[in-house]
């Protein structure tokens, strides 16, 4: 391309797309850019060209090759995989997924890249490796919900990647290679870390080398550690990065045997000490970690609860007696994780301080159905009550009534997302004994920003109609033992216009409900359907019907075969530019 | 190679139709089969259930306590949360458990575990790795012991050292008097025809 200020008078239409290049460089949003692209020809290799962060929602969407055959200038790119029902073990393990093309397909195409942001994806540590030869400017790696790799992984990158300013590991399974990958940075000189978050990793690290790192560390802001640090080594780190502003904690417990930790002479148990280390920590604003809390440390917190905008609490087993002398300060608290342990005691304290509350999120200590219900519909009343501004809502309970669904929904009416477990299956209103119908009917009524809803309890096809037919700008639609008839179904794909990710299971919805999708499922990223009623019949017209819709069945237990009048066990469809993909294991078949 | 490496828990997939098959309730739990009327007494419901193949591969009666059934993926929990979880509610349950010792291998002093605490073999696994902070594998046939440096083994009633995972959940709580984490070599001789 002729640079701006060269001295020959260059052609016409390469003034117009230098210009036009330099404007887009400007432009990050996705959809922007989407919608320039489509204008004309030239528009279309302009932004191409300037297109540096790619975002690809579904690793089967479209080949590799695609990718970088499109966009050549690329510094970051973010591949989504597995559908999120893969969470819940309903995926077979080997179904796919593998980061492994991409890489490879990357390699060579992108030797700039310094980004790689990737969900349910399988990684295997040569992967690791091939990222960490492959891109010599590497600097960034989050890895969210992954699997397939291990700390032998993680140290093939630490150790290469020299310029690495970021390594972000949440939520992944992480296998334990017995690699001190801690020890793996380079060992000289200051390091260019910004963010490491281990968490999730289920494997003991070497403190000496931590403590070292996070010291030659200056640029460090984000640490999260895992369960294998204790509050007394917890303690060390914060003293040695005071800069922190968002922080891990680890266990935040003492260690169990002492022969476990060498430096145990030098802990002390006395809650002030640690006081003094978060009170030294000012610019902390998000904590989490938590994850075998001795309940008698969590006032150590108290200085920074303040500042805290982000507070995750969902490992820590705690009641409303020892969340509240915490939680009154945290006035500023945006984002709360906690456990049910709290009660509906402890989320009344949550709504009398957190005026500013946008996110919340209760998980259940007890995960059966039956079991002891510690929040309910008081919890959520109170929430609507003293959290007006809240967004996102993810709340598990074991009972729950329409009148607090419907408070909610006119008490919070900026919801963008509302998920609503309720743990027993058909659990009706548990006042009225009526279906949970008119509860998630207001929801989608009165929530006019709604993009994200998870529903539950006993719900008849009405509900699916109120959803149709408010429904108009929610993407994300999650169903589980629901719904009477494929009635609903049909509700469900006419009405929401906006539909992008559909998944369903256990809901007596069959094959005409799945057709009358027919005009939509160009335009989503992807249905899923389990234990439901369509047959294989029904999918195989679907497939013919749509030929650049991959068409995938098959059964959790990964047998083959069956009748093309059985009901199919599992159906995963999304739309694919490059046909049905090479790499699906036997057990699948695409349509 | 990699793609044969996986941890304990997936190991554990192909086995969960073990798991739900013998599930008649939450262990240690004195209850009766509660009576949730709407789904019962709702012919409508039952109709339009499926013979679902999320709990168990044989179409049983889906409405026999169904409060009781252990169903796959449900609540949508994420394994992870759930078995980080179960190590607090040893801690904190008071009531009668079929407690055996736990010895491992080279570590000075023996443990105490509620067996009852656990309803499948997996979460065991998970409760003992997290006591003990090692990796535990289950021997296959397959693959041997998956690369994992431990084994686990138990003592039965009639005082032999058996390998965990031959029989049903049910079975081994109540045969299993007191658990051991050998070294995987050692425990090779254990795995019948290799």
New interface residues.
């Given amino acids: 391309m002729p640079e701006s200020n060269d001295h020959f008078t260059p052609y016409p239409d390469h003034v117009l797309e230098n210009v036009l290049e330099n404007v887009l460089a400007f432009l990050h949003s996705r959809r922007d850019r989407n919608a320039v692209s489509l204008v004309c020809r030239s528009w279309y290799r302009a932004e191409a060209y300037t297109r540096s962060d790619v975002f690809i929602g579904n690793c089967y969407a479209l080949s590799p090759r695609r990718v970088t055959d499109r966009f050549t200038r690329v510094r970051s790119v973010t591949i989504k995989g597995k559908p999120r029902?893969a969470?819940?073990?309903?995926l077979?393990?080997?179904w796919g997924a593998h980061f492994t093309p991409w890489v490879s397909g990357m390699a060579n195409a992108y030797r700039t890249l310094e980004k790689i942001h990737l969900k349910r994806m399988s990684v295997?540590?040569?992967d690791l490796a091939a990222v960490a030869n492959s891109f010599p400017r590497f600097k960034e790696l989050v890895l969210v919900c992954c699997d397939?790799?291990?700390t032998a992984g993680i140290a093939a990158v630490v150790s290469r990647c020299r310029g690495l300013r970021v390594l972000e590991l949440i939520?992944d399974?992480v296998?334990?290679d017995?690699v001190d990958w801690i020890s793996c940075f380079p060992a000289d000189g200051p390091t260019n870390l910004e963010s490491l978050m281990f968490d999730?990793v289920?494997?003991?690290i070497n403190f000496e080398s931590l403590e070292n790192l996070v010291a030659r560390s200056p640029l460090l802001k984000k640490l999260g550690l895992n369960r294998?640090v204790t509050i007394g080594q917890l303690h060390r780190l914060m003293t040695r990065a005071p800069q922190l502003t968002h922080l891990g904690t680890g266990s935040f417990s003492p260690p169990e045997q002492p022969?476990q930790h060498e430096h145990h002479e030098n802990d002390n148990n006395r809650v002030s000490d640690y006081v003094s280390a978060f009170a030294s920590c000012k610019s902390v604003v998000c904590l989490s970690g938590f994850?075998?809390i001795a309940p008698e440390y969590l006032p150590a917190i108290i200085p920074v609860c303040a500042n805290l905008s982000s507070l995750n609490l969902?490992?820590a087993?705690i009641n409303a007696e020892q969340l509240k002398p915490v939680i009154r300060h945290c006035h500023k608290l945006r984002v709360f994780w906690a456990?049910d342990s709290i009660g509906d005691e402890g989320l009344q304290a949550v709504a009398e301080t957190c005026k500013d509350l946008r996110e919340l999120r209760v998980?259940?200590?007890?995960?059966?159905?039956?079991g002891e219900g510690l929040v309910s519909e008081m919890g959520l009343l109170a929430i609507s009550i003293g959290c007006r501004k809240l967004q996102s809502i993810l709340y598990?309970c074991q009972q729950m009534t329409n009148a607090a669904v419907v408070a909610m929904s006119k008490n919070c009416p900026d919801l963008v997302v509302f998920r609503l477990?309720i743990?027993?299956?058909?659990?009706?209103d548990h006042v009225t004994?009526e279906p949970m119908d008119e509860g998630f009917g207001a929801i989608v009524k009165n929530c006019k920003k709604l993009t994200r809803l998870a529903v539950s309890g006993?719900l008849t096809d009405r509900a699916f109609s109120y959803i149709g037919q408010y429904g108009k700008l929610v993407r994300t639609l999650s169903v589980?033992?629901a719904?009477?008839?494929d009635i609903g179904l049909k509700y469900v794909l006419e009405g929401c216009t906006n539909l992008q990710k559909l998944e369903i299971?256990?809901s007596?919805f069959g094959d005409s409900g799945l057709w009358s999708g027919l005009p939509r499922f160009y335009n989503m990223r992807f249905v899923w359907m389990?234990?439901?009623?369509v047959t294989r019949e029904g999918c195989l017209d679907v497939a013919r019907q749509l030929p650049r819709l991959v068409v995938e069945v098959f059964?959790?237990?990964e047998e083959e075969g069956g009748e093309k009048s059985d009901?199919v066990?599992t159906l995963y469809m999304y739309r694919s530019l490059d046909g049905p993909r090479a790499d699906a294991p036997r057990f699948v078949n695409i349509l | 190679m990699?793609?044969i490496?996986?941890?304990t828990?997936?190991l554990f997939?192909d086995n969960?139709?073990l798991t739900t098959e013998l599930r008649l309730g939450?262990p240690g739990s004195d209850?009766q089969p509660?009576i949730?009327t709407?789904?019962l007494s709702s012919n409508?419901?039952s109709s339009?259930?499926?013979g679902?193949?999320?709990c168990m591969?044989e179409n049983e009666s889906t409405f026999s306590p169904?409060?009781?059934e252990q169903?796959?993926?449900?609540?949508?929990?994420?394994?992870?949360?759930?078995n980080?979880?179960q190590?607090?509610?040893m801690e904190?349950d008071t009531g009668s458990g079929i407690y055996v010792k736990v010895s491992m291998d080279g570590a000075?002093y023996l443990r105490k575990l509620d067996l009852k605490m656990y309803t499948s073999y997996e979460e065991l696994m998970k409760g003992l790795?997290d006591m003990f902070?090692c990796?535990i594998g289950l021997y296959s046939e397959r693959e041997g012991y998956n690369g994992s440096?431990h084994a686990l083994t138990y003592e039965d009633k009639e005082g032999d050292w058996m390998l965990v995972g031959d029989v049903p959940w049910e079975m081994f709580i109540s045969t299993c008097k007191r658990l051991r984490i050998m070294k995987s070599c050692e425990a090779r001789g254990l795995g019948g025809s290799l």
């Fill in positions: 029902f969470d819940f073990s309903l077979p393990v080997n295997t540590d040569d397939g790799f291990g939520e399974e296998s334990d017995y999730c289920e494997s003991p294998f022969e994850r075998e969902s490992f087993n456990l998980f259940p200590i007890d995960a059966t159905e039956n598990f477990c743990i027993g299956r058909f659990s009706p004994g006993l589980a033992f719904g009477d008839s299971r256990d007596p389990s234990s439901c009623r059964r959790r237990d009901f066990n | 990699d793609q490496k996986r941890n828990l997936n997939e969960d139709h939450l209850d509660e949730k709407t789904s409508k419901r339009s259930e499926m679902s193949s999320s591969d169904p409060a009781k169903i796959v993926g449900w609540p949508p929990v994420r394994s992870y949360r759930k980080i979880l190590v607090k509610k904190s000075p790795q902070k990796l440096h």
